[in-house]
């Protein structure tokens, strides 16, 4: 009998997963186990083009079923894994059916966090992470006039920037003093909070939501300073947490599954991608979880090798990019705290890049509207290089004389 490898989720991570297990040799029966309806696909352009009409949802799907059949892989859509059994090595999904494996991957991403607070189970209270919630809030974004974000992170950032593209009044309320300040820090951060009020998108930021109040739907939010803001559409964007089902047995859990560095968790035979691993960085000797495309995308080919029995340790210098207005924000780097950042170029064009380093290195840098120094910012950051703080500062040094 093959062995069998079951994948549970089937998003970014697990097309990655999906479109290199074959060509890494592994002959095994492989079933896909999805909760959502769609075949696997692009969750970025959600937030974006999606919601601004310029992309469908069949644009998004990564390859047609076909695809999935031509590699002899099982597909099952619309199936939510309730529980597993790593003893019996089995997956129980909520419609009772059993799916049992050798090898299991777990690719469930992760969930947006629920606000806790009165109101927020309101109709016209959005979150926005599967197709469905996308399609949710575009039909009622052409419905509405005002609109209110909140959380300041990449998705109430591009969420909010989407909004006012398509004509809306958009208020965004953020505990931080500035946008993106987790990822990006204060100065960055309130560069991109200026981008957005020049778009006249209203921010409050400092503030809390209280409350969501309103009768048949929500119609107002309230802030801890007691200011009472009319809304007719609420979209909820302050995190997500690792989506795992219960589990019977020993795997280590600690923020998302972890793994080491080849991508297996502690338990024989199991390995974690995307979302919702928290793997063993070699290069920075630590254990960091990201939240971004490209890992998810790398990180399932990563783990289809090891699958295939070539595990090789999994070191990428992680990335992600952030679309708001006309501007790309592109950022390569660890998430590690770095204690000074150095800027070249405008913070208020904006057209800079900004460096982020620790201990004289660099770990991080974000090009916002200069995108030549994307290629040498990125190599600069593989190498943890140590630069003239002088000479990285002059936006008219090329930064390719840099690597040399
Ligand atoms: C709106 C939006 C915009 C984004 N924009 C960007 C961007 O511009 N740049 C960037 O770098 N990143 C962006 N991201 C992040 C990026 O899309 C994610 O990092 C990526 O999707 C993670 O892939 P994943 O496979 O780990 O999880 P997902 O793509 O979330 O896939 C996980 C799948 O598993 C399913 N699942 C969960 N639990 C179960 C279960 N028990 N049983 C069965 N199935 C289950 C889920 O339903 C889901 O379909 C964005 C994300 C969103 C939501």
Redesign the pocket.
């Known amino acids: 009998m093959p062995e069998t490898c079951l994948v ?7 097309f990655g997963f999906a479109n290199a297990i074959r060509d890494a040799g592994y002959q095994g029966r492989l079933i896909i ?4 309806e769609s075949p696997p696909y ?3 352009p ?3 083009a999606y919601l601004l009409g310029k992309k469908h949802e069949d644009d998004l799907i990564y390859r047609p079923l076909s695809f999935y059949e031509e590699r002899g892989i099982t597909l099952v859509l619309g ?4 529980s597993l059994d790593l003893q019996a090595r089995s997956a129980q999904a909520e419609s009772g059916k059993t799916y049992h494996f050798d090898q299991l991957v777990l ?4 969930n947006p966090i629920r606000l806790p607070i009165p109101g927020a189970e309101l109709p016209g209270v959005r979150v ?3 197709m469905a919630d ?1 399609r949710a809030l575009r039909d009622d974004l052409h419905r509405v006039e005002r609109v209110f974000v909140i959380g300041g992170g ?2 109430g950032c ?1 969420v909010a920037a989407s909004a006012r593209t398509l004509g809306k009044q958009v208020t965004l309320v953020e505990t931080m003093p500035v946008l993106l300040g987790r990822a990006l820090g204060e100065q960055i951060g309130s560069a991109i909070a200026r981008v957005h009020e020049r778009r006249s998108v209203v921010l409050r930021l400092g503030r809390r939501v209280e409350a969501l109040e309103g009768r048949a739907r929500v119609e107002r939010a309230i802030l801890d300073d007691g200011t009472v803001l009319p809304c007719d559409l609420v979209v909820v964007g302050i995190g997500v947490r690792p ?3 219960a589990i019977d047995g020993d795997l280590e859990i600690d923020n998302g599954v972890v793994v080491d560095a080849t991508c297996a968790a502690s338990a024989p035979g199991v390995w974690a ?4 691993a928290r793997w063993w960085h070699p290069t920075i000797q630590r254990a960091i979880r990201v ?6 995308l790398a990180m ?1 080919a990563a783990v289809a090798k090891a699958v295939a029995g070539q595990p090789e340790p999994y070191a990428p210098v992680p ?5 708001q207005y006309d501007l790309t924000i592109q950022y390569y780097g660890y998430p590690v705290e770095w204690d000074e950042i150095i800027v070249r170029g405008d913070l208020d064009e904006p057209a800079f890049t900004a460096f982020y380093l620790a201990s004289g290195r660099i770990f991080g840098a974000v090009i916002v509207g200069r995108p030549k120094d994307m290629r040498p910012a990125r190599r600069l950051v593989e190498r943890l290089a140590q630069v003239d703080r002088a000479v990285l500062s002059d936006p008219e040094v090329d930064l390719r004389t840099l690597l040399s």
Do not use: C, M, Q
């Open positions: 549970i989720g089937a998003g970014v991570a697990a186990v999805g909760a959502e692009e969750r970025p959600l937030s974006k199936e939510r894994i309730a690719a469930t991403g992760a926005l992470r599967s996308a990449f998705i591009e989506a795992l089902p991608a995307g979302d919702v939240e971004h495309y490209d890992n998810a399932g990335s992600f990019w952030s679309d």
